[in-house]
């Protein structure tokens, strides 16, 4: 029987025994998705490497139902559906080794354009913490940002609340199925937020808010963003795993300083203290240390660089959209070899184009 791409896309993350790592070798190792479902198990198992007794217990039979429902749902509760080849899966996301197959989404959502920031926090704020999300997400008004957190209580829900009173754009991650909302009392913030921003999950409708998820959805919220900030923690909590997620993935952290002798401040005092996060004490701070200057627009065309070539004028284009970029991921994106880029870069910073940071990092002087 022949199903549609997106069912079998579905089906792929109801493989028994394969998470996103060993699922994305079996996709990387077939020509196309239908020859997981498909080709036999003999078969298969020469293309892809893996046992005929591992692939037997992957039951593509059950993924496959579970999928028609699942489908069905999708439906049912207007939720959209962007797998790990689509060109609108978030980039930064995808840089991850562990990142999901398929997200689940509600809201007007765009994952690649903008700067995108995770601001997280313990549950339990205090009027420190949310006086500093106050003026943190009130300096990210009118700028190509967008904030995400978790939509938890505390700073969390607060940071959401304060993006949606100031126009900036807010992404809830969830940690079950987007036919519902968990905390409930956080509907109508949900719903809001749908305007300019919106709900993403790995879990397909049905899945509910189980202990286990939630630390699971804190790697998406790192890996969505440029740069993680921890408002205010205890010294053990989610937003710490978050923030650890973050370093590991080569991302940028921050936190704010708070009373030693406050327990909501040892988190992200020991962050600090460890290396762990850049020390900030306001909006400005952190947009000034991640070197983004959102307030000042590039315009950059060739005639006023007639020297530069076609290559030096893609990075130099490339930058002018993205502003501050790794150069790892700058090579990937224009598809120049690291030893060239590293040439054309130094070129153009000899030029007084642009800048190389700390971080392995550039952007445009």
Not at 109 to 129: C, H, I, P
Not at 300 to 310: A, M
């Amino acid at each position: 029987m022949k199903y549609s791409n997106r069912l079998y896309q579905i089906a792929l993350t109801q493989l028994f025994g394969f998470g996103p790592k060993k699922t994305k070798q079996l996709l990387h190792a077939v020509t196309s998705i239908t020859e997981i479902f498909e080709t036999s198990l003999t078969e298969l198992s020469v293309l892809t490497g893996f046992s005929v007794e591992i692939l037997t217990k992957m039951n593509r039979t059950a993924a496959l139902c579970i999928a028609e429902d699942v489908l069905n749902q999708l439906v049912k509760n207007n939720i959209g559906i962007i797998f790990y080849t689509d060109e609108q899966y978030p980039r930064r996301l995808k840089q991850c080794e562990d990142s999901p197959l398929v997200l689940y989404t509600k809201g007007s959502l765009e994952l690649n354009d903008a700067k995108f920031v995770a601001v997280v926090g313990t549950r339990d704020a205090s009027e420190y913490g949310k006086r500093i999300c106050n003026e943190l997400i009130s300096q990210f008004k009118g700028e190509n940002l967008v904030v995400v957190s978790g939509m938890a209580y505390g700073i969390d829900i607060y940071v959401h609340q304060l993006c949606i009173q100031n126009e900036v754009p807010t992404i809830g991650v969830m940690a079950h199925g987007l036919d519902i909302v968990y905390p409930s009392l956080h509907r109508g913030v949900a719903k809001k937020m749908l305007n300019d921003g919106g709900l993403i999950s790995e879990y397909p409708p049905g899945t509910n808010p189980d202990k286990e998820h939630f630390p699971m959805r804190n790697r998406i919220v790192a890996g969505l963003c440029d740069a993680t900030i921890v408002v205010e923690s205890k010294a053990k909590g989610g937003s710490l795993i978050t923030a650890s997620l973050a370093n590991d993935y080569n991302r940028d952290v921050f936190a704010f300083p708070g009373n030693v002798f406050e327990p909501n401040s040892e988190g992200c005092n020991n962050l600090i203290a460890e290396n762990q996060a850049h020390l900030i004490t306001c909006g400005k701070d952190f947009i000034d240390k991640m070197g983004w200057n959102l307030s000042v627009k590039h315009a950059v065309q060739k005639p006023l660089f007639p020297s530069l070539t076609d290559e030096e004028l893609s990075i130099v284009t490339r930058l002018q959209k993205k502003g501050i970029m790794n150069i790892d991921v700058l090579s990937t994106e224009l598809k120049i070899p690291s030893s060239k880029l590293s040439v054309l870069l130094f070129q153009l910073e000899m030029n007084g184009v642009v800048a190389t940071i700390p971080g392995n990092r550039c952007q445009l002087v």
